[in-house]
């Protein structure tokens, strides 16, 4: 075998590692050793790579993998639970940087390789780049995390993306100098990038990451093109499918299309809908009157939204939970597709806070068991649970799959105040005969019903 | 070395298609350590960043340079944080 194939063969074993180390998150219990494998696969391809070529600059390579290495070591370790949407933001960032960077390298040592594979290389990587930064900004609360839009914004991004096209074609006549084209291109898709990253905003910022994600993965199969590579190619085409799929998940949690997504801008209507309110009949409860019906109930679902994940409450809800069970109840987490910030946010907050994973059901298991359920517990859900979405046409949420808590026997909902959710919109369910709300911080709240529960 | 366009197409449609079936049984409890993960594996350009870093001292050196400190970011933070979180699944 010469050294072309052994390289080859080893980029295909690091492929396998890849492939069965995600075939292996199909079950938290092998998901471990999963992600393990993966990242042999991932040194493997660092090997082939090494011992393809002669010509290295080691004391380069061994900075840039310490820098690397030291900040990603850093990232990993510091990195909180809820900050984990910020950090894909990011790390989706750094590979499309990555990838856009590998094409420009390749562009500036004079490649042989397609032009139109290297510019379309250096177009997918930098708008992911740029709009994974935007995306990080709004996460962060460094820009507005409200959709910003204004009029002609849509077609001012089909003329960036027109301009980098006709760049692009243009080159076949050689009406203007490579390096011109080249550079305004890369110019193009840094702009493009933040023109579709700042009209999405609000709730819609989990397909944003999705996609982001997905974007990374292309742009590492465009880069994989570029060099002739098998192993970036199959790498790429694996994470560009996963966001593909989480995207399209997120969607459909949110009954939402992904074009609708991208040029809808829903998370900026100040829904005028929300101000023609019906009177609802709303009855307050205290604490300890919710820990008396939570004892006398035998089966309770919590509902965790994002808001509990923001008061940090997920750690005594927990303790909740364990209190009841201790009194031989059954207990369950309802899971909405949207309930966090990312795809299974709320799943990775709630095993923070040592919640066994087998009692976290997602929508289509937890919705036949509302129906013999004597308590839902909504804890800072909002139009996750709204009835409205059933059978409210006129609702902007209307079609959007929902939790069936309003079967529940008795919904016991903890709200900060009455402020309408994400959507903006105002929640039937509060007025509902079987719902009590008990109004106040979660973690408050919480740590008193801990209480009442105990005396009880 | 020669590069095969159709040959990479082949790959890329079946690498495709393999992504699809695995990771649609990829349950959504694990969906955000499966984006970790696979910021992890869209790493991966490391392997074309290591080929940019030659010792030819030339400009294209340096961008290599800047891709791999990105990709090692991605790499080395993308399993270390994944694994983390799997670490907190946990039966009852």
């Known amino acids: ?456 | 070395m020669e590069i095969n366009i159709i040959n990479l197409i082949t790959i890329f449609i079946l690498a495709v298609f393999v992504g699809n079936e695995i990771i649609n049984k990829v349950p959504p409890t694990l969906h955000t350590p499966l984006m970790s993960g696979s910021n992890a594996i869209s790493g991966i350009a490391i392997v074309g960043a290591l080929l940019a870093i030659t010792a030819d001292g030339e400009l294209s050196t340096y961008f290599g340079l800047a891709a791999l400190i990105c990709a090692t970011i991605n790499v080395v933070g993308g399993f270390l944080v994944t694994d983390r979180m799997l670490k907190m699944f946990k039966k009852k």
């Open chain 1, 1 to 456: 075998m010469d050294q072309i194939q052994i390289t080859n063969l080893l980029y295909l074993i690091a492929a396998i590692g890849f492939i069965v180390g995600i075939k292996r998150l199909s079950h938290p219990r092998t998901a471990r050793s999963g992600n393990f494998l993966a990242s042999l696969g991932m040194l493997v391809a660092i090997i082939a790579t090494l011992t393809s070529g002669t010509n290295f600059d080691w004391p380069l390579i061994g900075l840039g993998v310490g820098i690397g290495s030291i900040l990603g070591i850093l990232v990993a370790i510091r990195i909180q639970m809820t900050q984990m949407p910020q950090m894909v933001a990011i790390f989706n960032g750094l590979g499309g940087a990555a990838s856009a960077l590998v094409a420009s390298a390749a562009y500036l040592s004079g490649s042989d390789s397609s032009y139109i594979i290297m510019c379309m290389s250096v177009l997918i990587g930098t708008l992911t780049f740029s709009g994974s930064f935007v995306a990080f900004g709004k996460l962060q609360g460094f820009i507005s995390g409200k959709a910003i839009t204004f009029t002609g914004q849509q077609a001012i991004n089909a003329l960036i993306f027109g301009s980098a096209m006709a760049l692009l074609t243009v080159h076949n006549f050689n009406l203007l100098p490579d390096d011109t084209i080249f550079y305004t291109i890369t110019a193009l898709a840094l702009m493009l990038g933040i023109g579709l990253t700042i009209p999405i905003g609000g709730a819609d910022m989990p397909v944003v990451i999705s996609l982001l994600n997905s974007y990374s993965g292309i742009a590492a199969t465009a880069t994989g093109f570029l060099l002739g590579n098998n192993a970036l190619i199959i790498s790429g085409s694996l994470v560009g499918a996963s966001g593909l799929i989480l995207t399209n998940i997120m969607c459909k949690g949110m009954n939402r299309s992904l074009v609708n997504v991208i040029f809808g801008a829903v998370g900026s209507e100040s829904s005028s809908d929300a101000s023609i309110q019906k009177e609802m009949n709303i009855k307050s409860y205290s604490t300890i009157e919710a820990a008396m019906i939570l004892d006398a109930a035998e089966k309770i679902i919590i509902v965790p939204g994002y808001g509990l994940a923001v008061a940090q409450a997920q750690h005594v809800a927990r303790e909740v939970a364990d209190t009841l069970e201790a009194q031989g109840k059954k207990v369950l987490y309802a899971i909405h597709p949207v309930a966090g910030r990312m795809p299974g946010h709320m799943n990775v907050l709630l095993a923070e806070a040592n919640v066994p994973y087998d009692l976290l059901k997602d929508l289509d298991e937890i919705n036949p068991e509302f129906e013999d359920c004597d308590v839902a517990l909504i804890l800072g859900a909002n139009d996750v649970v709204n009835p409205a979405a059933r059978h409210d046409q006129s609702s902007p949420i209307y079609g959007m799959p929902i939790l069936n808590v309003d079967k529940a026997r008795t919904v016991i909902i903890n709200k900060r105040s009455m402020n309408p959710g994400f959507a903006g919109v105002q929640n039937e369910l509060f007025g509902y005969d079987n719902s009590i709300m008990v109004f106040g911080d979660a973690k408050d709240m919480l740590n008193d019903l801990l209480k009442e529960l105990r005396e009880l």
